[in-house]
């Protein structure tokens, strides 16, 4: 069965560079369709996409965060890395990876996401 | 970017009522909707994409209608578990976008 598990620091300092690993199993990302992607929620807060990447390595990331992500991918690992550089308290979010369905860009599957507190 | 508003932010309805939720496109995202479910302390769950089709083992009590910038989450009668989070997201074109949710409590 597909599951995925976000791991990484659950504190971080202010201007650090966050890394986020999402290890998956139950699909591989060298299959054509297969995407993985990088969700975050600040506490009380609504749901936003940060990043994708996709099977054939073409990567997508929010408008707005874009100069400061950066996605890729261990397919012999099934792992996906997110960084995220000069973290700001206002970063601090749950932080999920989810596998995007092969024929439509929703997620299908969602890691249960790690907490993730920007605090000096 | 396509902003997407969910209205109202919070529904209070009673066990074995009817919820009816919202969710609006700033521009049109054609049938590209998906709803997901979220409760506290939980990753959200996907319900409904394509605006109307129920994900794997979703019961039929959740409905999904609408198309171009209006859509519809329906629960046709509630259920104690139903009681979360409901969100509303886009896949239209990248940026995918979700709205701010609506939350389902128990009146």
């Known amino acids: 069965q597909v599951t995925l598990k976000e791991s990484g620091p659950a504190l971080v300092k202010p201007t650090e560079t966050l890394t986020l690993t999402c290890t998956f199993s139950?699909?591989?990302?060298?299959?054509?369709?297969?995407?993985v992607g990088w969700i975050r929620q600040p506490p009380g807060k609504a749901l936003e996409w940060l990043a994708r990447i996709d099977w054939d390595d073409d990567k997508f990331y929010s408008t707005s965060l874009k100069t400061r992500l950066s996605i890729s991918k261990d397919t012999s690992k099934n792992q996906v890395v997110l960084t995220m550089t000069n973290m700001d308290p206002l970063d601090t979010a749950t932080y999920f990876c989810?596998?995007?369905?092969?024929?439509?860009?929703?997620?299908?599957?969602w890691g249960q996401g790690t907490l993730v507190t920007v605090s000096s | 970017e396509i902003v997407m508003t969910q209205s109202p932010a919070t529904l209070s309805v009673s066990a074995g009522e009817r919820a009816t939720l919202s969710c609006r496109a700033s521009q049109s995202v054609g049938i590209n909707l998906a709803w997901y479910q979220q409760k506290p302390g939980q990753a959200p769950r996907l319900l409904i994409y394509?605006?109307?089709t129920r994900a794997t083992g979703i019961p039929a009590r959740f409905s999904g209608s609408g198309s171009g910038t209006e859509f519809t989450l329906t629960i046709s009668s509630l259920q104690s578990e139903d009681f979360a989070v409901y969100h509303c997201q886009h896949y239209n074109d990248w940026p995918w976008t979700f709205g701010q949710g609506t939350k389902v409590e128990i009146k």
């Open positions: 394509g605006a109307s």
């Open positions: 989810g596998r995007i369905h092969p024929h439509g860009d929703f997620c299908d599957y």
């Open positions: 139950g699909f591989s990302l060298r299959t054509s369709g297969m995407r």
